[in-house]
């Protein structure tokens, strides 16, 4: 069955350092997005990406925030300057274009990003 | 989107059904009912939707009210696997084709062996 994957399992970087989560949705997929969950609490939606740009993001993407679609597979996801509260999982999800129905979100096994 | 209750957390006996419920009493004609869950150190997984009808799939099964303001996920036989955070979210599909999907959170469910 396909899936997204998503690299590293796991970053330890040090505070005001820039990070660059990778993701690779599945194939024939056309919408792109990103959530992270802090320890403990809910899932957060953070952009959504599709035609080669940023359609939809939340309050939590601010300036230190970049998604990027460098090549026809990869995702990514760069904190520029990171701080320790951006420790969490981010999780990269990939959805295909709805025909007649709507279409169910595919998600990685994210990323746990921990800022020291 | 339209709003989704659930309870915070249900517990069931392995390999016996499981109700989970979800309240949609603002739910639009054209919203989809959703349902993901979220194992342990996991990313959320999609189990099932519906617009109208029932639906049923290898993982679960979705029964619709038929004035569309509840549903209820059913897990046949629970297992342990099946342990777990569970999400019903509306969808208004379709307005915006690239939308995210909104989690809440969520039913704990706990499978006692």
């Known amino acids: 069955e396909p899936e997204v994957t998503q690299t590293p399992s796991h970053q330890v970087t040090q505070m005001g350092q820039e990070v660059i989560l990778r993701c690779v949705p599945i194939s024939n997929h056309l919408y792109f997005y990103w959530y992270r969950q802090i320890l403990g609490q809910k899932v957060e939606f953070l952009v959504s990406?599709?035609?080669?740009?940023?359609?939809?993001k939340s309050e939590i993407f601010d300036d230190q925030f970049s998604v990027e679609r460098p090549d026809g597979s990869n995702f990514t996801l760069k904190i520029r300057s990171t701080k320790l509260e951006d420790s969490a999982m981010y999780f990269c999800?990939?959805?295909?274009?709805?025909?007649?129905?709507?279409?169910?979100?595919?998600f990685g096994q994210g990323t746990r990003l921990t800022v020291v | 989107d339209a709003k989704t209750t659930q309870p915070n957390s249900m517990e069931s006996n392995e390999e016996e059904p499981v109700h989970l419920p979800c309240n949609h009493s603002?739910?639009?004609?054209?919203?989809?009912i959703h349902w993901y869950r979220q194992l342990p150190s996991q990313g959320p997984e999609y189990v099932i939707h519906g617009l109208t009808s029932n639906v049923n799939n290898r993982m679960a099964s979705l029964a619709i009210a038929e004035d569309r303001k509840s549903s209820t996920l059913i897990l046949h036989r629970a297992t342990l696997r099946d342990a777990a955070v569970y999400y019903c979210?509306?969808?208004?599909?379709?307005?915006?084709?690239?939308?995210?999907?909104?989690f809440g959170p969520g039913t704990s469910l706990s499978v006692i062996p």
């Open positions: 990406f599709y035609n080669n740009e940023i359609s939809e």
């Open positions: 603002t739910i639009s004609g054209t919203d989809y």
């Open positions: 979210i509306l969808r208004e599909a379709m307005k915006t084709s690239y939308d995210k999907v909104i």
């Open positions: 999800a990939s959805r295909e274009v709805p025909r007649d129905r709507d279409t169910e979100a595919f």
